[in-house]
C-alpha cells in the first residue's frame, strides 16, 4: 500500500475557495467510493468531514465538499474561514479492511 | 458523549515492544456496530493505517506491519489495545485510536488526541 499523493499546500484567502486533490490507483481510490477526508489541527484529534467520496457527517458544514473521478478525489472548501486553516488528509479503503491515507495537504487562509 | 483516549510509556527503547492502550468512553467496544482501529503519524510526515479490530476480537492488519502488530481488546476495562514489536526510530510517532463503522468504510470518527511515542536509547 502507498500513500495518496497530495499537494504539500494549498491557500486561498478569505471567502475564496480551495480544492485539493488526492491521487491513487484503482486499488484503492478507483476501486472504490470510500473516500474519507480529515481535518487536522496540530495537538487536536483528527476530525471527519467527509465520507463515501461526498457525504458530511452532521455538523459538518456544506462549506465543505468532496467529488471523486477514476483514481482522484477532490476536496473543496467554499468561503474560507480562518478556522479551516488546518492540515487535511485523504483516505481510501484499500479492501480487506485496510485503509490507506494521504500525504496531507496544509491548507492556509491568507 | 463518545471519546476515546490514548495512554502509553512516551519513551521505548530500539528492539523492545510498544504497547499502548486505547480507553472507550460513552460507549462500550463489545457493540456489533463499530471497529476500533489504530493509526499513526510520524514527525513531519503522513498519517499510517495500523489495523483494527472488531465486537467478536477479529483483527485487521497493515501488511506493512502485519508482523510485528497485534490488536487486542480487554471488553471488562472498555479499552483496546496495541502492541508493537521490535521499535527502530522509524516507530516514532504520534498515535491515535478512533471508531470506524464496519457498514460504512471510511468513517473514521471520532479519534482520540494521540499520543507520542519516541523511540531511542
Known amino acids: 500500500q502507498s500513500a495518496l499523493t497530495q499537494p504539500p499546500s494549498a491557500s486561498g484567502s478569505p471567502g475564496q475557495s480551495v480544492t485539493i486533490s488526492c491521487t491513487g490507483t484503482?486499488?484503492?481510490?478507483?476501486?472504490?467510493?470510500?473516500v474519507s477526508w480529515f481535518q487536522h489541527h496540530p495537538g487536536k484529534a483528527p476530525k471527519l468531514m467527509i465520507y463515501?467520496?461526498?457525504k458530511r457527517p452532521s455538523g459538518v458544514p456544506d462549506r465543505f465538499s468532496g467529488s471523486k473521478s477514476g483514481n482522484t478525489a477532490s476536496l473543496t472548501v467554499s468561503g474560507l474561514q480562518a478556522e479551516d486553516e488546518a492540515d487535511y488528509y485523504c483516505?481510501?479503503?484499500?479492501?480487506?479492511?485496510?485503509?490507506?491515507f494521504g500525504t496531507g495537504t496544509k491548507v492556509t487562509v491568507l | 458523549q463518545l471519546q476515546l483516549q490514548e495512554s502509553g510509556p512516551g519513551l521505548v527503547k530500539p528492539s523492545e515492544t510498544l504497547s499502548l492502550i486505547c480507553t472507550v468512553s460513552?460507549?462500550?467496544?463489545?457493540?456489533?456496530?463499530?471497529?476500533w482501529g489504530w493509526i499513526r503519524q510520524p514527525p513531519g510526515k503522513g498519517l499510517e493505517w495500523i489495523g483494527s479490530?472488531?465486537?467478536?476480537?477479529?483483527?485487521n492488519y497493515n501488511p506493512s506491519l502485519k508482523s510485528r502488530v497485534t490488536i487486542s481488546a480487554d471488553t471488562s476495562k472498555n479499552q483496546f489495545a496495541l502492541k508493537m514489536t521490535s521499535v527502530t526510530a522509524a516507530d516514532t510517532a504520534v498515535y491515535y485510536c478512533?471508531?470506524?463503522?464496519?457498514?460504512?468504510?471510511?468513517?473514521?470518527?471520532?479519534w482520540g488526541q494521540g499520543t507520542l511515542v519516541t523511540v531511542s536509547s
Open positions: 478512533a471508531r470506524l463503522s464496519p457498514r460504512v468504510p471510511g468513517w473514521l470518527d471520532p
Open positions: 460513552g460507549d462500550s467496544i463489545r457493540s456489533s456496530s463499530y471497529y
Open positions: 479490530i472488531n465486537y467478536s476480537g477479529n483483527t
Open positions: 484503482s486499488s484503492d481510490v478507483g476501486g472504490y467510493n470510500y
Open positions: 463515501e467520496v461526498s
Open positions: 483516505s481510501s479503503y484499500a479492501g480487506s479492511n485496510s485503509y490507506v
